[in-house]
C-alpha cells in the first residue's frame, strides 16, 4: 500500500512544476495574450478545477487568491488565478495566432510539447484514467505512483531543453528524446 506521505510528496512536486510550466507559458504567450480580445478561457471549462479531486488538492496546496466565479470561473483581468490545478486542457490549448507566429516548424513543435506536459504527467494513472479522471480520493492510492513519478521527470527534462531552446540553445539528439517522450516532433 502506499504510504500518504509519498502521494502528498508527489502532488506538492507536481504542482511547484506546474507552476514553473505556468510562468514560463505566461511569458512565451504574454504578447499574444494580453492583446487578445477572444476570450479561450471558459467558466465550464473551469468547473474541471473544482469537480477533479486531483486539482482541488492542488488548487489547496496554492490556493487562488480570489473565488471561482460561476460565470468567468477563475479568469481575472490579469488572466488565471490558478498558479496550481488547472485542468490539463488549459495547458493543452494553443490558439492559432500562436501556432502561427511561431517562426519555424520545430518551434512550433517545441511549443507543443510544452502544451503537453501536464497531460502527459498524469496519463494511464490508474488504467486508461488520467489524474484528473479519479474522482475518488480513496482511489489515489491505487494509482502506480513509480510512473507517475517517472513520468514527472519526463516532463521536467523535456522542460529544461524547451526553456534552453527558447534561451537560444539548439536541440541535441539527446534533447529530442526528452521532448520525443511527451509528444512526437
Known amino acids: ?103 519555424t516548424y520545430l518551434h512550433k513543435s517545441v511549443i507543443m510539447v510544452l502544451s503537453q506536459l501536464m497531460t502527459y504527467i498524469g496519463k494511464n494513472a490508474l488504467g486508461r484514467r488520467h489524474l484528473v479522471e479519479i474522482m475518488s480520493e480513496d482511489r489515489f492510492y491505487e494509482i502506480n505512483l513509480s510512473r507517475m513519478q517517472n513520468r514527472l521527470m519526463d516532463a521536467k527534462l523535456a522542460f529544461k531543453e524547451i526553456q534552453e531552446f527558447y534561451a537560444g540553445r539548439r536541440l541535441s539528439s539527446k534533447a529530442f528524446v526528452y521532448l520525443e517522450k511527451i509528444r512526437p516532433i
Not at 59 to 80: M, N, Q
Open 1 to 103: 500500500m502506499m504510504k500518504k506521505h509519498n502521494l502528498n510528496a508527489f502532488f506538492r512536486e507536481y504542482a511547484n512544476f506546474e507552476c514553473e510550466v505556468r510562468c514560463f507559458s505566461d511569458d512565451l504567450f504574454k504578447g499574444n495574450c494580453s492583446s487578445c480580445i477572444t476570450t479561450c478561457c471558459k467558466a465550464e471549462i473551469c468547473y474541471e478545477s473544482i469537480e477533479s479531486p486531483f486539482l482541488s488538492r492542488l488548487r489547496k496546496i496554492f490556493p487562488p487568491a480570489v473565488s471561482f466565479s460561476k460565470t468567468d470561473g477563475w479568469l481575472t483581468e490579469s488572466g488565471c488565478a490558478l498558479k496550481a490545478g488547472r485542468p490539463p486542457v488549459c495547458h493543452e490549448f494553443l490558439c492559432d495566432t500562436i501556432l502561427d507566429e511561431q517562426p
